[in-house]
Every structure is written in C-alpha cells, then in structure tokens.
C-alpha cells in the first residue's frame, strides 16, 4: 500500500515516514474496499452476480481505482449481457492503470466479437419496439433469432420465458428460467417468473380440462345419453371448397412465416453493410479531427507568441481571428454535429491568414463532402439508444444536406412512427414509395405502411403524386456557406 499523497510505502505506522501524513482513516478505507471485493468475488465464484455486482459497486464507491474490482465488475457485466456498462468498466480501469492491465485484453476481445455483439442486442431492442407497438408476433421471431446466436442477454431470455408463460408453454419457460438461474442465481426477477410458473403450473393442475373429461367419465349423469350424429357430408361440394381454402390460408401462414423472416434477415444484412461503411467514414473523420486538433494547439502558441510582443492592438486582430475556428474545432472533437453545421455558418471566408485559410478550406470541404452522412450516423446512434426524437432531428438534417432518398425517408418515418406521430409516418413512407418506387427500401417503407393500416384502421393513405415536393421536415438549417476568398491552400 502506498501514500496517497508522496506514493511512498506505507508501513504498520499511523503515518507516512517520508511525508508525515495521517493515513489512519486512508488504511481503513482501503481495507474495506479490499474486503468487500472478496466478499464480491466469492458471489461470484458461486454464480451470484446480482450480489456480487452489489458488493463490488460498494467497493469501488470508497476507493475508485481498484484495478481487480473494476476489471470484476466489468466481467460480470459483460455476462449478464450489458457490454456498454462492461466496456466502461474496462476503459477506467485502463486509464488508472496502463500497464500489466488484463482490462487491455478484455477490450481487444470485445472488439473482436462487436459483430454478434451489436447484432444481439439491436434483435433485443427490435423486440420491445414490436411488444411496444403490440406486433407479438414479429417480436417472437426476433426473439427466437436471438436465442440462436452466440452473445446472449439475460434479459432477452427473461423476457422470452415471459412470453412463453403468457402463451402456456411452462416447460419451454422453465428451461429457459434455469438457464437464467445458472447464469445468475441471485437475479429477483428470474426468481418471481419461476415463483409465478410454480403458481401457474399448480392451478393448471387442480383445475385441468383433462381431469374433468376423467370425472364425467367415472360417473356419467342419470338419464337419456344422447349420441350426436355425425353431419359432415365428405362428398359434398361445399366440403373440397373449404379443403382448398384451409389450403390456401396454410400455404399463406407458411409463406408468411418462413419467407418473410428470411427476407427480413437479408435487409438487416444490408443495414449492417451499410452501417460498417459508415463506421469507416466515421473512423477517417476521427483522424481529420486529430489534425485539427494539432492546428488547434499550433493556434495557441502562436497566440502566447504574439500577446509577448509590444504591438498589442495587431495581436487582438490576430488573435480574434483565429478564435473565430475553436468553436468549430471543439465541436468536432465533440462529435456535436448540430454544433459543426451551425458555428460553420459564421466563419468569416475573406481572412487574410495562410493557416486560417488551409482550416477554413478543410472545413467546408468536410461540410460539403461527409456532413450529410455524419448527420445520418449520428441519428442511427440516438435511435439505437431509443432517443428517437433527436434521431429524427439528425435524419431531418441528413436529408436537407444529401437530399431525399428512399433510405432516409424510411428513417425519419420510422422516427415519427416510434414518436407516435402515425401521421407524418405514414407520410413518409408513402413519398419514399411513390418518387422511389425501385430502391430496396422501398420495400421496407411499404412494409410499415400496411402494419400502421392493419393496427390503425382509421387511418388514411397521404395522397401524394411524382414531383411534388417534400414537406413537413421542422429542422432549421443555416444559410449557405460563402464563397472562399481565392486563396489556394494546397494541403
């Protein structure tokens, strides 16, 4: 143990040797932390991982840099299927300690499985927006896709137990509840869906259909038995017209359950594509910001140069001028596009200033070329989180920068449609449907069309014919960026 305050070895003394500080109250501090990771440890060690993430949130609440409890906890959370929460664990365990840290290690292998990872949990989430807008059965499919791949939430097989209890299948919930008490056996919530499966299993019991039929059996009623005659006519014509209808509506039920999921997992396929292109664009745009980074830091110390010298009115113009780039600057290093696309408006083009003009130059070179898709990625990542309302603020955005496509009016309808603006939803859907009648996303759009007709019955198709323009979009965006003033920055 060391000194909080001269990082000297401490000894069996009340105080630093080296510093004279009191370190009665630090030791005692240190010692519980100490004891209550053990007492996490050993939770965990017999697979309660509610208890010990308890414990070791106790822990780290006296003493925040304890490695081995930070590095547990993020453990524990990755299990029970929160690899945000573990991804946290991890990053502040690694900045208290850079070296020899197996948190390093758990971050390089988290990277590796972010695939099936962002895949589990995006099929979670799809499912509650399902049970959200009552579509159950399209949630049970993306729950039972979930229950097939490799990273498993224990709050996705919570909720599958609960809808198999809700549809009478008790042994397939309590399978899927045992699983749940394996991985965590001192979570409340398995444990009240296994207490109200055992109430359920027991009046099923006493009041089953089964043992009645039994009952009347053994003691058949007094009087006349009537023996119902069979009305069925096989050779009747109404008969082969109601067998081929039974057919009709299987082949329909078939067709809608195994074709559509299949159709449904290649778009998200697609999605997924386009998604990690747009993790690539964005990871280009994170090395532009480094650059502008450095500029930024160039800015200062010719700044601190310049307040030296005696001229002070030049070095206020100077100074002013370059001030004018750090909130533009700050705000891609932020990733605050709103910010970017507004402070960018007010960048004066006609500076006389070599290294001003190169900013200002790669500035608006972003702005025209990436900020349309950065708008667009951001908006995934709210709507990701469930913040549909500033989702829709950024797809909004992307739409006035890059101009409508069938994609992006799929998105923002589904913002509205999430929002429960069923209306503008509707809207959207059917404008990407008529001007984009080709684009594979349209298919999507048209889908959610006729899940709103079918759910809100009062509910009318917008009117909307080829060439009229598109309305409705409540994002504000600024003025157009001038002109450069003519200085060629070669870069």
């Not at 097989?157 to 299948?169: S, T």
């Not at 909307?464 to 965006?477: R, V």
Request: net charge negative; hydrophobic share 35%.
């Amino acid at each position: 143990m060391r000194c909080f305050h001269c990082q000297a070895q401490l000894t069996r003394q009340d105080v630093c040797l080296k510093c004279g500080t009191d370190v009665r109250l630090y030791k005692k501090i240190i010692y519980s932390s100490n004891h209550l990771y053990n007492l996490g440890l050993e939770k965990a060690n017999q697979r309660d991982l509610t208890g010990a993430k308890n414990y070791l949130r106790q822990c780290l609440q006296l003493y925040k840099e304890h490695i081995q409890a930070r590095n547990l906890l993020g453990l524990i959370y990755y299990e029970l299927g929160t690899p945000a929460e573990a991804v946290r664990e991890w990053v502040l365990s690694e900045n208290f300690q850079m070296e020899d840290n197996p948190a390093s290690e758990y971050l390089h292998r988290i990277e590796k499985d972010m695939s099936s990872i962002s895949g589990s949990v995006k099929r979670y989430n799809q499912a509650l927006i399902y049970l959200k807008l009552n579509s159950r059965d399209l949630a049970l499919i993306q729950m039972k896709q979930l229950m097939g791949r490799s990273y498993q939430i224990l709050r996705a097989r919570q909720l599958m137990a609960l809808l198999y209890m809700q549809d009478g299948y008790f042994n397939r919930a309590q399978k899927l509840l045992r699983q749940c008490n394996k991985t965590d056996r001192g979570d409340p919530t398995t444990r009240r869906y296994m207490k109200a499966l055992e109430e359920r299993r027991a009046v099923g019991k006493d009041s089953s259909i089964r043992q009645a039929v039994v009952d009347a059996v053994e003691t058949p009623p007094e009087g006349d038995v009537i023996i119902p005659q069979n009305s069925r006519e096989y050779g009747s014509y109404f008969m082969y017209v109601l067998y081929i209808m039974i057919g009709l509506i299987l082949g329909a039920g078939l067709i809608y359950y195994i074709v559509v999921p299949t159709v449904r997992v290649q778009e998200q396929e697609k999605n997924r594509a386009a998604l990690e292109s747009y993790e690539g664009s964005i990871s280009s745009l994170q090395g532009q910001i480094v650059d502008y980074s450095a500029d930024l830091d160039r800015l200062r110390e010719q700044i601190s140069i310049l307040e030296d010298e005696n001229n002070r009115d030049e070095v206020s113009e100077d100074v002013f001028s370059y001030e004018e780039l750090l909130p533009v600057l700050v705000a891609y290093i932020n990733n605050d596009v709103e910010t970017i696309i507004e402070e960018i408006a007010l960048l004066d083009p006609d500076v006389d200033d070599e290294l001003y003009q190169s900013i200002y130059q790669r500035l608006r070179n972003d702005y025209q070329d990436n900020m349309g898709n950065r708008s667009f990625y951001r908006g995934t990542e709210y709507a990701d989180t469930g913040d549909y309302q500033r989702a829709l603020r950024m797809f909004e955005l992307s739409c006035q920068i890059n101009g409508a496509d069938a994609r992006i009016l799929y998105y923002i309808g589904l913002s509205h449609e999430v929002s429960g603006d069923i209306s503008q939803g509707a809207y959207y859907y059917q404008y990407g449907i008529v001007h984009f009648p080709d684009d594979p996303w349209t298919q999507n759009s048209a889908a959610r069309l006729n899940s709103l007709l079918s759910i809100h019955s009062d509910l009318t198709v917008p009117e909307i014919a080829e060439g009229d323009a598109l309305e409705g979009l409540t994002a504000e965006m600024p003025g157009p960026l001038p002109e450069s003033s003519g200085n060629d920055v070669i870069e």
